[in-house]
């Protein structure tokens, strides 16, 4: 079972500032808080380690932390790990509900 969430910036910010925004800081850690309360706490971990790196209106699709428990990531391989857990694209659980099973999104580039 997953879980998603979506990170969201506002537009007008730019990939070099999205590091040292107060603002855009808050926005992440108000979604780390909330999958934390929704008990994802292994993809919170990983989030802490790269979180200047995602990308503004990401949607993150969470396995379980029992599902986490089973992964060999290195650090080295935080970020592509999350991006191949991501959508460089705000979306709502309404809109993926749409979508045929066996639906394969393409990744961020």
């Known amino acids: 079972m997953s ?6 910036m506002p537009a007008s910010s730019t990939t070099a500032a999205a590091a ?7 926005n992440i850690a108000t979604t780390m808080q909330e999958m934390q309360r929704a008990r994802y706490f292994t ?3 990983l989030v802490r380690m790269v979180q ?3 990308p503004r209106n990401t949607t993150f699709l969470m396995p379980s932390d029992r599902l986490m428990s089973t992964a060999s ?11 191949r857990h991501s959508i460089a ?11 045929p099973n ?7 580039n």
């Open 89 to 99: 694209a705000p979306l709502k659980f309404d809109d993926l509900i749409r979508l």
């Open 20 to 26: 040292t925004s107060p603002m855009i800081n808050n």
């Open 3 to 8: 879980l998603l969430f979506t990170f969201m």
């Open 73 to 83: 990531i290195s650090e080295s391989q935080v970020l592509e790990f999350l991006s």
């Open 52 to 54: 200047e790196k995602i």
């Open 43 to 45: 993809f919170v971990m």
């Open 102 to 108: 066996g639906t394969v999104l393409p990744l961020a």
